[in-house]
C-alpha cells in the first residue's frame, strides 16, 4: 500500500465551506436536508456543470456495538439508531461527496459505497467476509472510545481483514469521541498505535445530529460539517492510492531506506 498522504495535500480540506463547495452540496442537500441515494441512483447536477464520478466500495470493520452503522448513518445523514441491534446480513449504503483536487483545482464527485455486517453473520456464514471483500478499495476499522478491548483487538482485525489486501486503502476510525472524559483509550496508546501501524486514525462524535426549525427532522448542512474530515480524508486517500496506482505519481513507500 502506498504511505498516506499528507492530511490536505489532495483534497481542499475546507472547500466545502466554499461559495463555491455549497452551491455544489446542494445537488446532495433537499431544503437543507441529506438526498438519500440507491444503488442504481446519483446526483442531479446542472446541465452545464461537467463532474467526473470516482466510485469506491468501503468496508467498515470494528467488533460488535462499536457504532459501526452509527458510523455509516452520519455519513448518510440518515437517523443513527437509539438502541444498539446488530447488523444481520450485509447492508450497503451509497453516500455522494463533491471535494476540490489541491493540484488540478478540478471538482470530483466521489461515490462512497460502504458495506456493513454485523459481527455474528461475519462468523456464521463463510462466504459473508469474502463478499465483502471483494474489490473493496479501503477498509475503514472502527474502535469506541468507551471500550478498550475494541481498540485492543485493532491489530488482530488489521492482520484478518487487510492482511491479503496490501493495495488497500486502511483508515482507523475511534468512535464515541465526545465521552473522551470516560475514555478508556488514553492519547499514549493511540500515539503507540500511530507510530507503530502508521495508519491515519480519525475521530468521530456520537451525538445526535442537529435538527432542521421543527426539531425533528436532520440538518442536512450541520450534518455535513460534522463528518465532512471523514469523507475528505477518504477522498484522499482513495484518490492518492488511485494516482499510485496509475504511476500518475511515485510511491514513496518503494523509495523508503530499509
Keep these: 500500500m502506498a504511505r498516506p498522504p499528507a492530511p490536505g495535500s489532495v483534497i481542499v480540506p475546507d472547500w466545502h465551506e466554499s461559495a463555491e463547495g455549497k452551491e455544489c452540496l446542494t445537488c446532495i ?33 470494528g467488533k460488535s456495538g462499536v457504532g459501526k452503522t452509527a458510523l455509516v448513518a452520519k455519513l448518510a445523514g440518515l437517523e443513527v439508531p437509539v438502541a444498539h441491534h446488530e447488523t444481520t446480513g450485509i447492508q450497503t449504503t ?11 483545482e478540478r471538482v470530483v464527485m466521489f461515490r462512497f459505497e460502504f458495506w456493513d455486517c454485523g459481527e455474528s453473520a461475519l462468523k456464521k456464514f463463510d462466504h459473508m467476509l ?38 488497500v486503502v486502511r483508515i482507523v476510525v475511534g468512535s464515541k469521541f465526545d ?17 507503530t501501524w502508521e495508519l491515519p486514525l480519525l475521530r468521530v462524535k456520537s451525538v445526535p445530529g442537529r435538527r432542521l426549525a421543527d426539531g425533528r427532522t436532520l440538518d442536512g448542512r450541520a450534518g455535513l460539517a460534522d463528518i465532512a474530515h471523514v469523507l475528505n480524508a477518504l477522498a484522499e486517500h482513495l484518490w492518492h492510492q488511485d494516482q499510485v496506482a496509475a504511476g500518475l505519481i511515485p510511491n514513496p513507500a518503494e523509495n523508503a531506506p530499509g
Excluded at 441515494?37 to 467498515?60: H, M, N, Q
Excluded at 472510545?145 to 488489521?158: I, M
Design 29 to 61: 442537500l433537499r431544503k437543507n436536508r441529506r438526498r438519500v441515494f440507491g444503488l442504481l441512483e446519483r446526483p442531479v447536477l446542472p446541465p452545464a456543470v461537467a463532474i467526473d464520478t470516482a466510485s469506491y466500495k468501503i468496508f467498515v470493520s
Design 130 to 167: 469474502p463478499a465483502c471483500k471483494e474489490k473493496t478499495d479501503a477498509f475503514l476499522f472502527l474502535f469506541s472510545f468507551t471500550d478498550r478491548a475494541s481498540f485492543e483487538d485493532l491489530p488482530g482485525q488489521l492482520t484478518r481483514i487487510a492482511g491479503e489486501a496490501p493495495g
Design 179 to 195: 465521552q473522551y472524559m470516560h475514555t478508556d483509550v488514553p492519547e499514549r496508546d493511540l500515539t503507540a498505535f500511530r507510530q
Design 94 to 104: 451509497v453516500v455522494f461527496w463533491p471535494a476540490k483536487l489541491q493540484v488540478s
